[in-house]
């Protein structure tokens, strides 16, 4: 695998070439962005005293995950099995697998917690439970787990102010088949947030939410983990919690400095094209970059319904008077002001660089313009 | 790569396995309905008398690239540099890259036309033509040229009813440094028709923009090549063209079906999936399928703006009564009115196949309920 261990000896790296010779589309990394994105977040987090297990789901590169432990390989939060063996086999010993578990899946997930210091795997009703716990009597895997707690963004996890919440967690305390770890929350609602007061109103939510059930149940060393990069990365300090796990902030992309969680110059990755179609009569011209090369998420539609399927740059990343208007397979159409004949090189900031970064086997990592390293993301499931 | 010649073998293949097996998300592909739906259209394109030069793009596999042909290794259609290098090192030697293509891409072209019988590009600019033309006087190579038309989709292609289109057309003709193969145009608007009377109508416009233009320039052994899926697969025959390229009629999808290109029954794909999450009191429930596994294209909102991202059906692919009303990194989140408990598999009918089986870097191959081989598709560009 290509540059696995390149910060050790990136003045000797064959990729050092120009960014002017790389074939499009490409997926950029700028390093140094990076670097400092996950040096920020990981300083706060020591400084707030609480456990850091940064999300690996947007970059699924062992290069990054280092980078958000300062060079080790520190606690992880992951999307998919697959990410977890992947970091597994570089060494992430203790990874956190932050979906509600599918049934079919524990033979797999305990096959990974057999061989690693500790995996948490989430549930967030009765009936996964009764599966781990009918794995359990017939493997003997005690594994361990955290309940899935919403808290306000309705998409998985118990209602904190149901009774049968209560009653769910204290099943899973009373299990012998399983080691109760702790609280887990994500406040993905603060992505539809009007500005930076409404973040941390929902941020306060995300934590609180957990302490209050906590209280309920009244097991005090249960962890309560909380994360998301809007809340996280408009918080000056983190109290009244136990884990973080920001993902999105290692790249951020335009949704986040739309939406305020980061400033543009914070964003770490974009898409190299190349104008394909030039037609100034009616104000547009075709990129090699598509829905293939850029994913379709739109931007905080709320804040900015016409901004479009990305912001679209010249090469040193100075925004052009020219919007995104629709993106087929391999074409990015766009509506320009300015003459951009066939040739011309953009680059294209991602709404969701999660997304973006996905479609791509390897990241073209650059430095002042040239291209130093090649990473390669873990990929399926 | 696995399952290659399988259809060769079918009866001995490793993959025979059963659905229920299956770890999730996953891709399948019904091969009888692949079967039939690459028969129909080429029995068509036969008895017709066009030449038959289906794009790719949609499967990316060697395994359907030769069913599109009835086993042969025929004349195709491809959208990335990518696909045409791995079909050409699989014997496919007449292919048309069918995106405008970027100078610099021209080496790569050119390194591929010199070891195959036949690689047509695309322009569409008088300064496309000029990179043609230096890339010529400095290696000699003489491409073959189609000139893409704009038939009314208003993506790429040259206005037929401009003079400078004409004066750009015989500028080809007339160029040392390239074959002037023929004309090429793309319905791409078809896909936002009302009805099967909008689409044969747009279906006209295709086929008479090529005809007309064509006279215009008087040059009668340019090959008029036509395709869009709507356009074609609503057609009975092909008449007054001279190629047809269709491509997504070899999987369709939900889109295809809602807007009347297939019946639901000629769908042949869809993505297996497992509730993980399920919340009655809300009338929610989380499948483990999400942006990354179904791809995020919407139905065709004029036709049904509710449909949500994909169609929910059961895993004998009986639709629920059940709409997938977001999707995350790697969560679908469902409103149904029935429950779904964890561990219930479902299959969601993709609304855009080319983009969904993109996500995939393998298809299961089913057939009556059982897995039978595994293809694997070109990445990347």
Known sequence: MAGRHSTLNIQHSAFNISLSSLSTPAFLVDRNIVEQNCLRMRARALSSGVAFRPHVKTHKTIEIGQMQHGGAA???????????????????????????????????AAALAARIERLNILIDSE????????????????????????????????????P?????????????????????????????????????????????????????????????????????ATADTFADTDEIRPGNYVFFDAFQSTLGSCTRDEVAVSVLATVVGSYPERGQAIIDAGALAL????????????????????????????????????????AT???????????????????????????????????VDEWRPVRGW
Chains 1, 2 share one sequence.
């Open 74 to 108: 520190g606690p992880i939060t992951v999307s998919t099995m697959a990410e977890a063996e992947f970091f597994a086999d570089s060494g992430f010993g203790d990874i956190t697998y932050a979906v509600p578990i599918a049934p079919e899946k524990l033979p797999r």
């Open 127 to 162: 009936l996964a439970l009764r599966a781990v716990e009918e794995f359990h009597a017939a493997n003997g895997t005690v594994f361990d787990v955290f309940l899935k707690v919403d808290c306000g963004y309705h998409r998985a996890g118990v209602d904190p102010n149901d």
């Open 164 to 232: 049968d919440s209560a009653r769910l967690a204290m099943a899973i305390a009373n299990s012998p088949a399983v080691h109760f770890q702790g609280l887990l929350t994500h406040a993905g609602h603060s992505y539809n947030a009007s500005g930076i007061e409404e973040i941390r109103r929902i941020a306060a939510e995300e934590i609180e939410s957990l302490t209050r059930f906590r209280a309920i149940l009244g097991i005090d060393d249960l962890t309560r983990s909380i994360g998301s990069t809007p809340t996280l």
């Open 295 to 334: 994913s379709k998420d739109t931007s905080p539609d709320h804040l900015d319904p016409n901004f479009g399927f990305g912001l679209v740059c010249d090469v040193n990343l100075n925004p052009l008077p020219a919007r995104l208007i629709a993106l087929s397979q391999e074409h990015g159409k766009l």
């Open 337 to 371: 002001s300015v003459p951009l004949p066939v040739g011309t090189r953009l680059r294209v900031v991602p709404n969701h660089s999660c997304l973006t970064a996905a479609m791509y086997d390897r990241y073209h990592v650059i430095d002042g313009g040239n291209i």
